[in-house]
């Protein structure tokens, strides 16, 4: 079984990708499971979501504390969530970022980036003034961890949304497969 925690900010579409996962996963033929979990429903406030893909049925239905991978769509959220608590040695972290995360202190992971921000602006997925990262995110982590085909997160979308949404969305994933960055750190 393979377990993700994303982290995000309210209106960032983090619940929408594990959906969209887990979409995918099923297309596949596989078991997938996505769990929201957040407080007050408000743009802007911290949000964290779940995501397990499994070959077998998945019996456990709790957060996730040691996750395979960790999705982090807003980069400023590392100054007050710890998003690498429980990451296992050797996991893999995504982060929307333009800028080196050379600095943190991730000697057993291995990062891969992408800026899904500048992504969501030039496809104009954008919502009252804030970018929408999900399926810009989700090409990248799909690269990152191979967690699901391509072609699968791109069935997904198009069974989720009506043409021309999906067309955008479609080009986002796309886009931030080929764009995200991978660098190993440490023993990843």
Aim: proline share 3%.
């Amino acid at each position: 079984m393979f377990e993700l925690r994303l982290h995000g900010r309210g209106g960032q579409g983090i619940v929408t990708a594990a959906e969209l996962l887990v979409k995918a996963a099923s297309i596949e033929g596989r078991w997938g499971q996505s769990i929201p979990m957040f407080g007050a429903e408000r743009r802007g406030a911290p949000v964290v979501a779940y995501a397990r893909v499994s070959d077998k049925p998945i019996r456990v239905h709790s957060q996730i504390y040691e996750p395979d991978a960790v999705a982090v769509f807003d980069p400023k959220i590392i100054e007050i969530v710890n998003v690498i608590s429980g990451l296992k040695n050797g996991g893999v972290i995504i982060l929307n970022t333009s800028k080196s995360m050379r600095k943190l202190k991730l000697d057993s992971y291995k990062v891969v980036t992408v800026d899904a921000t500048k992504i969501a602006v030039n496809l104009k997925l954008v919502i009252a003034g804030f970018p929408i990262v999900n399926t810009a995110m989700t090409g990248a982590i799909v690269k990152a961890t191979g967690l699901v085909k391509l072609e699968s997160v791109i069935t997904a979308i198009r069974n989720t949304w009506s043409r021309e949404i999906a067309d955008e969305n479609v080009k986002a994933v796309e886009t931030a497969y080929e764009e995200a960055i991978g660098i190993n750190y440490g023993n990843a």
